[in-house]
């Protein structure tokens, strides 16, 4: 998880409909606005083969208004999706799980422990790819709301 603060000359109302309105323009995201002070968007998912490529990245923001000059405090924190880091565990869960029922058997056969090895390897590989993928997302929606409230 990653945070990001920074502040704004602006009522959080007006920070609010300013940010659904550039969301909306550009379509593709879904924005939730749980009360006046909280929102999260991520990318909008249309089929469910998506998921592996679009909906890593999940915002979450908080605005906290001061009573000075009518600045509002902008708190972000970017995280993973919840799904992909159940595939992520469930990968390495389910290698080591392979690995270890086979080590503990009595018969010892290499190819399970190849392909033991190899559901870890691959558990790993996703680890990486979403790590750099959640990273880029990250940079990429810091530009967007950059852009957004003109920082």
């Given at each position: 998880m ?85 595939i ?35 558990g ?21 709301i ?6």
């Amino acid at each position: 998880m990653k945070n990001w603060n920074f502040k704004l000359k602006k009522r959080p109302k007006e920070v609010l409909e300013e940010l659904t309105s550039e969301l909306n323009s550009i379509g593709g995201f879904s924005f939730n606005n749980k009360n006046t002070n909280t929102f999260n968007f991520r990318k909008r998912i249309l089929y469910p083969w998506y998921y592996a490529f679009q909906n890593w990245t999940v915002v979450n923001g908080e605005l906290v208004e001061s009573n000075v000059e009518n600045i509002t405090e902008v708190k972000i924190s970017f995280k993973q999706h919840f799904l992909i880091l159940l595939i992520i565990f469930t990968h390495l869960i389910l290698g080591l799980g392979l690995i270890l029922g086979l080590f503990l058997s009595t018969n010892n056969e290499p190819l399970t422990y190849i392909l033991g090895g190899l559901v870890i390897a691959f558990g790993i590989i996703i680890w990486i790819m979403a790590t750099r993928k959640f990273k880029k997302d990250s940079e990429k929606y810091k530009v967007l709301i950059t852009k957004t409230f003109g920082i």
